[in-house]
C-alpha cells in the first residue's frame, strides 16, 4: 500500500507527487470509486491517491462486532450487482440482510402497496447493509491496491493547474492530479472555493434513525408508511432488528431525540401503528437535516463531482448512495474508453462523456425522489386522498408499480 508516495516520503514534506487521479473524500463514494478502478491500477498502471479526512483504516483492522446502533442503507440490485462485478459481493453480503417485500402504506387511509421479489422474478429487491460494514469491505479493498492512502488528513487547498489541479492536504502534503475528483459529501466547502454554485431546496425536514428491535421477525419486509408528520421507515437487518427512519417536520424531532427509550417506542408504535409487530428496544438515535442539494456543474476539464457532494437527496426513496455507486461505475468506464484512445484522465473528452451517460439518470432520480417527497410530505385533506389513491392506483396498475420497484432496484434509469 501507498508505495509510490512511501518512495517519495525522502523528498521532504514540500514535494508535490504528481498523479493520474486524486479523490478527495474515502466515504462510501471515494472507496467505492478507489475499489472499481483496480482494474486499471492494476492493468494500466494509473497512478491513484485517496485523501480521506477521517482515521478509517485503523477501525477497519478491528474485529468486527455488529453494532445494534450501526446506520444501515438499502442497496439496490443494481448496485449488489456492481459490487459483484468488482469482487466485492460476497464480502457485503455477510452482513447484508435482503428485502424480499417493499410494503407502502398510509396511516388512517385505505391505500395499500406491495412490492414482492417474486411477482418481478427476483429472490430480493435489495438488501439492507450496515454502512460501516460497506466502509470496512471498500476500505479492505483499497488496502490491496497499490495506491497513494492518505488519511487522516484534508484537502485544505484546491487550485486549477495547466494539467489538471492542484491538492494541498493539512498534513503538508502536495499534489498534482490530471483528474480530481470531489467526493467530501460536499460539506468541506471545496466545491464554493472552486465557485461550483449548488441549487439547495431545504426540506424544512429532518429524518431521525435509530436500530429497533422488534417483537415479530421482520421476514424480509420493509415498510414505508406515510403518516400526518411524515414517512415511517423501517429496513429489515440481520436478526430482528431493523433500521427506522422517521421523518420529522424541522425542529419536532428534538423533543424525540431526548424522551426516554420506553417513551420513544410507545409513541413510534402509535405513529407506526401494529403492523409489522411491537417496537421492543431502540438503539441510540441520530439527526439528519434534509435538504436537495444539487451541485450545477459536475465536471470540468480535471474535475468531477460524484456522490453527495453533486447530489444530496433527501433518503425516502433510498437512492443517493445507489445513485452515486452508478456514477462510480460510469466514471470508470469514461476513464477506460479515454485510456484506450490516449486521452488524459481529466481530458474534456472523457468527462464530457462521462456527463452523457450520467445526466439522464441524475435528473430522473433527483426528480422521482423530490417527487415522492413532494407528494407524501405534506398533510393536506385533499393530498391525501390523492395520496391514497396514488396508493391504490400503484397496487392496481401492475406497469406502473413494477416501474417504480424496478427503479427502486436500481435496475431502470
Ligand atoms: C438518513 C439517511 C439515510 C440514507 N439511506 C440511504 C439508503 O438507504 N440508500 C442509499 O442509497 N442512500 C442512502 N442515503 C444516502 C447516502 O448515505 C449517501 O448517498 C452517501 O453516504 C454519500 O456518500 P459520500 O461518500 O458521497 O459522502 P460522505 O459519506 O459524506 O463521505 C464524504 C467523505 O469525505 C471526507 N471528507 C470531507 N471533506 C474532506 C476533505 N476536505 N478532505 C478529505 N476528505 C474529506 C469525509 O471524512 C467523508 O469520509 C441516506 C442518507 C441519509 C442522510
Redesign the pocket.
Known amino acids: 500500500m501507498d508505495e509510490r508516495h512511501a518512495a517519495s516520503a525522502a523528498d521532504g514534506p514540500e514535494a508535490e507527487h504528481e498523479v493520474d487521479i486524486a479523490i478527495?473524500?474515502?466515504?462510501?463514494?471515494?472507496?467505492?470509486l478507489g475499489a472499481a478502478l483496480a482494474p486499471l491500477i492494476q492493468r494500466e498502471g494509473l497512478s491513484v491517491a485517496v485523501?480521506?479526512?477521517?482515521a478509517?483504516r485503523e477501525r477497519a483492522a478491528e474485529p468486527w462486532q455488529p453494532s445494534f446502533d450501526a446506520?444501515?442503507?438499502?442497496?439496490?440490485q443494481g448496485?449488489a450487482r456492481h459490487f459483484a462485478d468488482l469482487g466485492l459481493w460476497p464480502a457485503m453480503a455477510e452482513q447484508a440482510a435482503p428485502i424480499r417485500c417493499i410494503h407502502v402504506s398510509e396511516r388512517g387511509r385505505f391505500g395499500v402497496t406491495r412490492l414482492r421479489g417474486e411477482e418481478l422474478g427476483v429472490e430480493a429487491l435489495g438488501h439492507?447493509i450496515p454502512?460501516a460494514w460497506m466502509g470496512r469491505v471498500l476500505h479492505r479493498r483499497l488496502a490491496e491496491l497499490p495506491l497513494g492512502w492518505?488519511c487522516p488528513?484534508?484537502?485544505?487547498a484546491i487550485d486549477p493547474s495547466p494539467t489538471g489541479y492542484r491538492l494541498r492536504?493539512?498534513d503538508g502534503g502536495r499534489l498534482r492530479a490530471r483528474l480530481t475528483v470531489l467526493?467530501?459529501?460536499?460539506?468541506?466547502?471545496?466545491k464554493e472555493r472552486l465557485g461550483i454554485d449548488s441549487d439547495h431546496r431545504p426540506y424544512d425536514q429532518v429524518?431521525l434513525?435509530a436500530s429497533v428491535e422488534m417483537s415479530e421477525p421482520h421476514r424480509g419486509v420493509a415498510w414505508e408508511r406515510f403518516t400526518a408528520e411524515g414517512p415511517i421507515?423501517l429496513?429489515p437487518l440481520r436478526g430482528q432488528a431493523m433500521?427506522l427512519?422517521w421523518t420529522h417536520a424541522a425542529g419536532r424531532e428534538k423533543r424525540r431525540l431526548a424522551l426516554p427509550d420506553g417513551d420513544f417506542l410507545a409513541e413510534l408504535q402509535r405513529a407506526f401503528g401494529d403492523r409489522a409487530g411491537r417496537f421492543r428496544r431502540v438503539g441510540s438515535r441520530?439527526a439528519?437535516p434534509?435538504s436537495l442539494v444539487t451541485a450545477r456543474e459536475t465536471v470540468r476539464p480535471g474535475l468531477a463531482v460524484?456522490?453527495?457532494?453533486?447530489?444530496?437527496?433527501h433518503?425516502v426513496a433510498?437512492?443517493?448512495?445507489?445513485?452515486?455507486?452508478r456514477g462510480v461505475m460510469d466514471l470508470v468506464a469514461a476513464l477506460e474508453a479515454g485510456l484506450g484512445a490516449d486521452e488524459s484522465p481529466g481530458s474534456s473528452r472523457v468527462l464530457a462523456d462521462f456527463e452523457a451517460r450520467r445526466a439522464a439518470d441524475r435528473h430522473n432520480v433527483v426528480r422521482f425522489s423530490d417527487g415522492l417527497v413532494r407528494l407524501f410530505g405534506i398533510d393536506s385533506a385533499l393530498l391525501s386522498h390523492a395520496r391514497a389513491a396514488g396508493l391504490v392506483g400503484l397496487n392496481l396498475a401492475g406497469p406502473l408499480r413494477r416501474g417504480l420497484a424496478r427503479r427502486a432496484m436500481g435496475l431502470e434509469r
Open positions: 478527495v473524500g474515502g466515504g462510501l463514494v471515494g472507496a467505492s485523501i480521506e479526512a477521517a478509517v446506520r444501515a442503507s438499502a442497496i439496490a448496485s439492507v454502512n492518505h488528513a484534508r484537502v485544505a492536504l493539512s467526493a467530501d459529501g460536499g460539506r468541506s466547502g471545496l429524518a434513525i421507515a429496513l433500521e427512519i441520530h439528519y434534509l460524484l456522490g453527495n457532494a453533486a447530489h444530496a437527496l433518503p433510498g437512492q443517493g448512495f445507489n445513485l452515486a455507486l
